[in-house]
Nanobody, 117 residues
Framework: QVQLVESGGGLVQAGGSLRLSCAAS????????IAWYRQAPGKPRELVVF???????NYVDSVKGRFTISRDNAKKTGYLQMNSLKPEDTAVYYC???????????WGQGTQVTVSS
């Protein structure tokens, strides 16, 4: 079993930046990819980006060029750097990990990101 703990959310003005972290522990041998999802009020949870163990990434169109996913295997931590934030990025962001796409066998508790206009 894998445990995930997010941190780094908060309130930021439009155009600002935040970096989310996702610390992993447990049976990490089963993880082939890490993903970030988000859920805005009244909307379904959406996959924002994932990164595979081989370094392949895939971003939803709405964040391309603004968000960057990375992972530090030595620290067992994943990151989501979010730049040029927009009010429509406001959501609870969840870290997830799994064996195969869409990499959501395990979930973190979520962290709130609020972007003010």
């Amino acid at each position: 079993q894998v445990q995930l703990v997010e941190s780094g959310g908060g309130l930021v003005q439009a155009g600002g930046s935040l970096r989310l972290s996702c610390a992993a522990s447990g049976s990490l041998f089963s993880i082939n990819g890490i993903a970030w999802y988000r859920q805005a009020p009244g909307k379904p949870r959406e996959l924002v980006v994932f990164i595979t163990s081989g370094g392949r990434t895939n971003y939803v169109d709405s964040v391309k060029g603004r968000f960057t996913i990375s992972r530090d295997n030595a620290k067992k931590t994943g990151y989501l750097q979010m730049n040029s934030l927009k009010p429509e990025d406001t959501a609870v962001y969840y870290c997830a990990a799994g064996r195969a796409y869409p990499f959501r066998d395990s979930w973190g508790q979520g962290t709130q990101v609020t972007v003010s206009s």
